[in-house]
């Protein structure tokens, strides 16, 4: 684990404070991009073909240069099935593979700002590099570069083209920003970090979905910019203009704010939390948590609200219908992880079959402690959201091998007690906790 803090030089650190200041606007060339611009078409032409892209780095010709970028394709992938597309963008100085994996805060559990655990195989994404490390986008060749990853992976790949997003921090987010305003009928939604008008905003007067966060203390892009970008999609949008609330100084808070009156489909959020220039804030304590941040999953929540795609059956073992009563259980280990903050909490269970024959269908039951209600969740159906609730597996996560291990979870709002369930049973057998 490291402090984000240190990702950036004194020499980058003053590029973006230049870069801001000046307000750089760069037009982005709109280019052309196949029918899913539109946003009508539902699926790709990758879908029904054989994939020739596989998870790992590509590269590709964009405006007469050699770019690249990291794919992870979901395991299991189904070329039948339509699956949402998600770009992460680095920060400058920051690569790809920083993106990809999320080793510069926690490896693996921050991957494509954390993202990637929460999606449970039913996404697709992608880590562009930058060049020279950030996202000039001058002409709007970085938009163009975009461009040309989409007719790459959706020419090969299957993709529900209603389910683009993007999301990046600092020179990453002003990335995000410069689509949201070059490409809002590409991209659904997107999420902007620490972020300032770094990449340009050709366009930008049509609505898109829209998510933003900044830490209060910000010494690098002040939070100012990050109001300012927000600001234009809640004209866009529609919403009623507010100063939304945001946390007090040594608060080690958030607060989060979805504005009201925005037209339907196109919501805005702020989150402002009590830190510096980092991208995976945790409340009550200061710097990077890959592991503790409440931020990747209010994201995965913003982008998901908006439907789409599930992951398939495997081929070879499809899963019962959930509404099927499981058969019997078996020997399990639980493991929970709460994140709290004000007056809420998210929840990250984690259920490993620990006996010797495969689980095929499963009910989790557990008691909420007094006060603490679900208001949504993933990769589970709950019910009913207080006191002994019932996860059932989904369409595409029923089976468990021995030794497999299936990850869900919920957000829920709580009157004070945080506590995690002190039991848990699978399919009638009581598991091991922790």
Known sequence: ??????IFGPVA????????????????????????????LAATAGCGKAPTLRSGTHTIQSSGKNRSYILRVPDN?????????????HWLNGSATDVATGQTVQRDTWAYYGLLPLSNNSTIFVAPQGLNSGWANSGGEDVTFVDDMLRQIEGDLCVETTQRFALGFSYG???????ACARPNVFRAVAVYGGAQL???????????????HGIRDSVLNISNGRSLRDRFVRNNGCTAQSPPEPSQGSLTHRSTTYSGCASGYPVVWAAFDEGHIAAPQDGAPGDSGSRTWLPGETWRFFTQFGGTTPPPSPTTPPPSPTTPPPGGGACRVTA????????????????????STINGWSLV??????????????????????QVTARNVSYNGTIAPNASVGIGFQATHTGNTAEPGSFTLNGAACTVG
């Open 1 to 6: 684990m490291s402090r984000r803090k240190s």
């Open 13 to 40: 650190l003053a590029a973006l404070m230049v870069l801001a200041a000046a307000g750089t606007a760069l037009s982005a060339n709109p280019g052309s991009v196949p029918a899913a611009q539109s946003g009508i």
């Open 77 to 89: 992938y189904n070329n039948n099935h339509p699956y949402r597309l998600v770009f992460g963008f």
């Open 173 to 179: 987010g002003a990335m995000s920003y410069a689509l």
């Open 199 to 213: 990449s340009g905003c050709s366009g930008g007067s049509q609505p898109v979905a829209y998510f933003g966060a």
């Open 337 to 356: 992880d709460v994140n709290a903050w004000n007056t809420g909490l998210t929840e990250q269970i984690t259920i490993t079959n620990t006996g010797s």
């Open 366 to 387: 557990f008691t909420l402690p007094g006060g603490q209600t679900i208001t949504g969740g993933w990769n589970a159906s709950y019910s009913p959201t207080s006191g």
